[in-house]
């Protein structure tokens, strides 16, 4: 009987101490602050959601708390989807009760998403979201990212000034409101710089066939055809265009910087151009190079397989300008954020210097970037 | 347009047509035998292509080795999505085996992003059918002149199948009547296993041509070809297999010519195969060739 007793006791204080030690950190840590998070992980463009993801993982690794909390990402995968988009946000922020969201990366589904964050007045910081309604009128929309007016604008001037561009054809897939308004903007400033739009032509997201478009932009004799597309689009014109003996350049916006453009595309896309938010080449500061070293560490580990993006750097802001608002506002009450986000100026992002604008928009510089020999290459930097 | 400009539109609705005429006659066949719309043809198609990709990209087969390899495993496929989801219901009212069809159809997408993972792939496209052949301002596709050869040759060998062999007589007689057909002594089942198994290499190699024209796959990749290729079978006569190839022609044809008289209706070109669906639902079910059965 004593050896039974001793044997019980000593489960007793065995049972206590673990108790001790599986309640000891979370009983010193403060519960963490829910940051929730939509993303396209899979769908026509997983890629931009999954670059992005990655980047604010590497983002909260450098930043990983604010007000003395541990920040939590709750991802919610929008399957490049409105509905689910809106579903996703819901759920984070009455389920999970998120304080923020980050994301949605294309404009569509931030468009779906910006509504339910200024109803439940809590901020959402789109990545990448260029089209100029995504944050029009509302006071809860950011984003770290130029917009589309400007990078319209830029492409018109590329291709004017630079390519000597005079007649310009323009696809435009009529099913996201980014593709829609971007072609919009380069229109609007091609022919106020003196160009002629000599073919407009439309497609629909996940149209795989374009020879039909090709054709009609073939004959119309432009020396210029821009397709401010998403990748996978972009790709299979590029291998059409190629095919059906159509030689002119090809001028597309940020929704292609994604590895897919260059494996689907092959030899196509050489000479591909494009306005982008970022290259590694351009980076200053130390958030941006303690950035680009971890992401090289990933890379040697083998944890992701493609270079460094504009959808990682974004993402990574998204996330670092939410942590820095976090801490001046000093809670995470909906208003105050809001406030502070409002505020920020002259924060050292990964992608270059944020400055959030009257709009909730950030005001940025473009890169011009041209895939050579596989890779994205840089070409030049406009402002604004 | 002028006439090369022209000539080269119908050279590209043919190409494409051609596609959905391959991916329709595996609706058709399975529909002839079990009045069941096999709604997940689409996504063999997509499981198909992949097969074909880890075959040449991962594993570095020969292209013709990938094809062979899809096809085999794919029909292996087809025979297992009737032997669980099919077979179970081969009494039960039509409408659940087509809600059953729906169902695996979300199974295999769902399946396929989490296995291949969400993100598009690069599909090879042989050096063969990499060639550009030019007639004055006309440029086609060295692939383009070959699929409808293999198209052909397929539905050559299908057709001997049905018409000239047991299974095909088998076949033949269960179109008209399961019931019957087993009381005589025939092992419907394993007429019905080899249709799916017909059907779904067929799916494959519609599939992996597919992605050699179009060179990306992901997992969703088959709902749209599918559901085109649907309308193509419906088209033609659903049941008949070269009036699944003759929709699949008209289809591909109407579309790209679509696009290329009227550049601002390009945005409705899928709305136009369902309101050709619609049309010919409305005023000639039967299809172009399809005939009513005898009772």
């Given at each position: 009987?004593?050896?039974?007793?001793?044997?019980?006791?000593?489960?007793?204080?065995?049972?206590?101490?673990?108790?001790?030690?599986?309640?000891?950190?979370?009983?010193?840590?403060?519960?963490?602050?829910?940051?929730g998070v939509v993303l396209p992980m899979?769908?026509?463009?997983?890629?931009?959601?999954?670059?992005?993801?990655?980047?604010?993982?590497?983002a909260q690794q450098m930043q990983p708390?604010?007000?003395?909390?541990?920040?939590?990402?709750?991802?919610?995968?929008?399957?490049?989807?409105?509905?689910?988009?809106?579903?996703?946000?819901?759920?984070?922020?009455?389920?999970?009760?998120?304080?923020?969201?980050?994301?949605?990366?294309?404009?569509?589904?931030?468009?779906?998403?910006?509504?339910?964050?200024?109803?439940?007045?809590?901020?959402?910081?789109?990545?990448?979201?260029?089209?100029?309604?995504?944050?029009?009128?509302?006071?809860?929309?950011?984003?770290?990212?130029?917009?589309?007016?400007?990078?319209?604008?830029?492409?018109?001037?590329?291709?004017?000034?630079?390519?000597?561009?005079?007649?310009?054809?323009?696809?435009?897939?009529?099913?996201?409101?980014?593709?829609?308004?971007?072609?919009?903007?380069?229109?609007?400033?091609?022919?106020?710089?003196?160009?002629?739009?000599?073919?407009?032509?439309?497609?629909?997201?996940?149209?795989?066939?374009?020879?039909?478009?090709?054709?009609?932009?073939?004959?119309?004799?432009?020396?210029?055809?821009?397709?401010?597309?998403?990748?996978?689009?972009?790709?299979?014109?590029?291998?059409?265009?190629?095919?059906?003996?159509?030689?002119?350049?090809?001028?597309?916006?940020?929704?292609?910087?994604?590895?897919?453009?260059?494996?689907?595309?092959?030899?196509?896309?050489?000479?591909?151009?494009?306005?982008?938010?970022?290259?590694?080449?351009?980076?200053?500061?130390?958030?941006?190079?303690?950035?680009?070293?971890?992401?090289?560490?990933?890379?040697?580990?083998?944890?992701?397989?493609?270079?460094?993006?504009?959808?990682?750097?974004?993402?990574?802001?998204?996330?670092?300008?939410?942590?820095?608002?976090?801490?001046?506002?000093?809670?995470?009450?909906?208003?105050?954020?809001?406030?502070?986000?409002?505020?920020?100026?002259?924060?050292?992002?990964?992608?270059?210097?944020?400055?959030?604008?009257?709009?909730?928009?950030?005001?940025?510089?473009?890169?011009?970037?041209?895939?050579?020999?596989?890779?994205?290459?840089?070409?030049?930097?406009?402002?604004? | 347009?002028?006439?090369?400009?022209?000539?080269?539109?119908?050279?590209?609705?043919?190409?494409?047509g051609c596609l959905y005429g391959l991916?329709?006659?595996?609706?058709?066949?399975?529909?002839?035998?079990?009045?069941?719309?096999?709604?997940?043809?689409?996504?063999?198609?997509?499981?198909?292509?992949?097969?074909?990709?880890?075959?040449?990209?991962?594993?570095?087969?020969?292209?013709?080795?990938?094809?062979?390899?899809?096809?085999?495993?794919?029909?292996?496929?087809?025979?297992?999505?009737?032997?669980?989801?099919?077979?179970?219901?081969?009494?039960?009212?039509?409408?659940?085996?087509?809600?059953?069809?729906?169902?695996?159809?979300?199974?295999?997408?769902?399946?396929?992003?989490?296995?291949?993972?969400?993100?598009?792939?690069?599909?090879?496209?042989?050096?063969?059918?990499?060639?550009?052949?030019?007639?004055?301002?006309?440029?086609?596709?060295?692939?383009?002149?070959?699929?409808?050869?293999?198209?052909?040759?397929?539905?050559?060998?299908?057709?001997?199948?049905?018409?000239?062999?047991?299974?095909?007589?088998?076949?033949?007689?269960?179109?008209?009547?399961?019931?019957?057909?087993?009381?005589?002594?025939?092992?419907?089942?394993?007429?019905?296993?080899?249709?799916?198994?017909?059907?779904?290499?067929?799916?494959?190699?519609?599939?992996?041509?597919?992605?050699?024209?179009?060179?990306?796959?992901?997992?969703?990749?088959?709902?749209?070809?599918?559901?085109?290729?649907?309308?193509?079978?419906?088209?033609?006569?659903?049941?008949?297999?070269?009036?699944?190839?003759?929709?699949?022609?008209?289809?591909?044809?109407?579309?790209?010519?679509?696009?290329?008289?009227?550049?601002?209706?390009?945005?409705?070109?899928?709305?136009?195969?369902?309101?050709?669906?619609?049309?010919?639902?409305?005023?000639?079910?039967?299809?172009?060739?399809?005939?009513?059965?005898?009772?």
């Amino acid at each position: 009987m004593p050896g039974c007793l001793g044997v019980r006791a000593l489960r007793l204080a065995l049972a206590a101490l673990l108790c001790l030690l599986a309640a000891g950190p979370a009983a010193a840590q403060a519960p963490p602050i829910v940051v929730g998070v939509v993303l396209p992980m899979t769908g026509p463009v997983a890629a931009y959601g999954q670059m992005c993801w990655i980047g604010m993982q590497i983002a909260q690794q450098m930043q990983p708390s604010a007000l003395g909390r541990p920040l939590k990402l709750v991802l919610a995968d929008n399957k490049s989807d409105n509905v689910e988009a809106a579903n996703a946000t819901s759920r984070l922020l009455k389920k999970e009760q998120a304080v923020a969201i980050l994301g949605p990366a294309t404009s569509g589904r931030a468009l779906a998403v910006a509504p339910l964050a200024e109803q439940a007045q809590r901020p959402m910081i789109s990545p990448t979201a260029t089209n100029p309604l995504v944050t029009q009128g509302r006071k809860y929309a950011f984003r770290v990212c130029f917009i589309d007016p400007f990078q319209g604008q830029v492409a018109a001037r590329y291709a004017y000034r630079h390519l000597k561009a005079r007649r310009a054809a323009v696809l435009i897939d009529v099913a996201q409101d980014y593709c829609v308004g971007l072609a919009a903007f380069f229109m609007r400033e091609f022919t106020l710089l003196g160009g002629q739009i000599a073919a407009q032509v439309k497609c629909n997201t996940g149209d795989q066939d374009f020879s039909a478009q090709l054709g009609t932009v073939k004959q119309s004799g432009a020396d210029i055809l821009y397709l401010p597309n998403y990748y996978t689009e972009d790709a299979l014109v590029a291998r059409q265009a190629r095919e059906l003996g159509l030689k002119i350049p090809l001028l597309s916006g940020d929704g292609a910087q994604a590895p897919e453009l260059i494996k689907i595309g092959g030899p196509a896309v050489e000479g591909f151009t494009f306005t982008a938010h970022f290259h590694p080449a351009g980076v200053q500061g130390q958030r941006a190079a303690q950035f680009l070293r971890r992401y090289e560490q990933m890379k040697k580990a083998g944890q992701v397989k493609e270079d460094l993006t504009g959808f990682h750097a974004l993402g990574a802001d998204s996330y670092l300008v939410l942590a820095d608002a976090l801490a001046r506002a000093g809670t995470t009450e909906g208003p105050k954020l809001r406030a502070a986000l409002a505020a920020t100026r002259g924060f050292a992002g990964v992608s270059g210097a944020i400055n959030i604008g009257p709009d909730g928009n950030a005001v940025k510089s473009a890169v011009l970037l041209k895939v050579k020999k596989g890779k994205f290459d840089y070409v030049t930097t406009m402002n604004p | 347009m002028d006439g090369a400009q022209l000539t080269q539109q119908i050279i590209n609705g043919l190409t494409l047509g051609c596609l959905y005429g391959l991916i329709a006659i595996g609706y058709t066949l399975v529909y002839g035998i079990l009045r069941l719309i096999n709604f997940a043809h689409g996504d063999v198609l997509m499981v198909g292509c992949y097969m074909a990709w880890f075959g040449a990209v991962q594993f570095g087969l020969p292209w013709w080795a990938a094809l062979m390899g899809s096809m085999l495993l794919t029909a292996l496929l087809g025979v297992l999505i009737d032997q669980g989801a099919y077979r179970p219901l081969r009494r039960a009212p039509r409408i659940s085996a087509l809600i059953t069809a729906i169902g695996v159809s979300f199974f295999l997408e769902n399946l396929g992003l989490v296995v291949f993972g969400g993100r598009p792939k690069a599909f090879l496209r042989p050096e063969v059918f990499n060639h550009i052949y030019q007639w004055g301002s006309v440029r086609v596709l060295s692939l383009s002149v070959w699929t409808p050869i293999i198209t052909g040759l397929i539905l050559a060998g299908l057709l001997i199948i049905i018409y000239r062999t047991r299974l095909g007589m088998a076949m033949r007689a269960l179109s008209r009547d399961l019931v019957t057909v087993r009381l005589m002594g025939i092992d419907t089942n394993r007429v019905v296993a080899a249709t799916f198994a017909i059907g779904s290499a067929l799916a494959a190699a519609g599939g992996v041509l597919w992605a050699m024209k179009y060179p990306q796959i992901n997992p969703l990749m088959g709902v749209l070809p599918g559901l085109k290729a649907f309308v193509a079978a419906v088209l033609g006569g659903i049941g008949n297999v070269a009036g699944a190839m003759i929709g699949g022609l008209l289809l591909g044809l109407a579309e790209i010519l679509l696009v290329a008289w009227l550049p601002e209706l390009a945005g409705y070109r899928d709305a136009l195969a369902f309101v050709l669906l619609i049309g010919i639902l409305l005023f000639k079910p039967t299809g172009i060739i399809g005939e009513e059965l005898p009772e």
